[in-house]
T-cell receptor
Framework: GAVVSQHPSRVICKSGTSVKIECRSLDFQATTMFWYRQFPKQSLMLMATSNEGSKATYEQGVEKDKFLINHASLTLSTLTVTSAHPEDSSFYIC???????????FGPGTRLTVL | KQEVTQIPAALSVPEGENLVLNCSFTDSAIYNLQWFRQDPGKGLTSLLLIQSSQREQTSGRLNASLDKSSGRSTLYIAASQPGDSATYLCAVLSNSGTYKYIFGTGTRLKVLA
């Protein structure tokens, strides 16, 4: 399957700081990428859909001003957690979608711990 | 609203057993259903993807079936091994308005040596 990379794989930060997570589509140009969040012992929940060249579409209950998404190129989407707090500690996973197909490929995830 | 449920939530079996993991979903309007494996603290590994028009998919010791009309899928693991220990997630790609994967809560499998 296609390869999706995420960077960093894990990050620990102090409360109040901002953290940027990168998601790269390595095998094809992805006009659409997705950001999911997984709290401990819970399943993945879609946060937002990232569209190249336009604003992201956020799921209900996800604060767009807190979770900033930028999809400036066809191979890179970034998620910035602004003013992170301990309750934002979670596992963040991105995926990309091959245009014209229903297939999504998932990245390895980023573990965020906010102290 | 699509909801995905997995039963059992946890399962512990001796090595060598054949086992079945269940996934049910409430809305049959799906593009596909996918089974994933997740090791502790790790990302997702795609195991099998079944398109809505398909009935089953096989890969090695794994076989997944899909009954879209009844909203059910099963993942069959033959001759389980300790290395199969992980959390197994099923996810459906909804085609009723919003294009997104809805994940189940997973089945935590432990295969004892």
């Amino acid at each position: 399957g296609a390869v999706v990379s995420q960077h960093p794989s894990r990050v620990i930060c102090k409360s109040g700081t901002s953290v940027k997570i990168e998601c790269r589509s390595l095998d094809f140009q992805a006009t659409t990428m997705f950001w999911y969040r997984q709290f401990p012992k819970q399943s993945l929940m879609l946060m937002a859909t990232s569209n190249e060249g336009s604003k992201a579409t956020y799921e209900q209950g996800v604060e767009k001003d807190k979770f900033l998404i930028n999809h400036a190129s066809l191979t890179l989407s970034t998620l910035t957690v602004t003013s992170a707090h301990p309750e934002d500690s979670s596992f963040y996973i991105c995926s990309d979608r091959l245009a014209g197909t229903d297939t999504q490929y998932f990245g390895p995830g980023t573990r965020l711990t906010v102290l | 609203k699509q909801e995905v449920t997995q039963i059992p939530a946890a399962l512990s079996v001796p090595e060598g057993e054949n086992l079945v993991l269940n996934c049910s979903f409430t809305d049959s309007a799906i593009y596909n259903l996918q089974w994933f494996r997740q090791d502790p603290g790790k990302g997702l590994t795609s195991l099998l993807l079944i398109q809505s028009s398909q009935r089953e998919q096989t890969s090695g010791r794994l076989n997944a079936s899909l009954d879209k009309s009844s909203g059910r899928s099963t993942l069959y693991i033959a001759a389980s091994q300790p290395g199969d220990s992980a959390t197994y997630l099923c996810a459906v790609l909804s085609n009723s308005g919003t294009y997104k994967y809805i994940f189940g809560t997973g089945t935590r499998l432990k295969v004892l040596a």
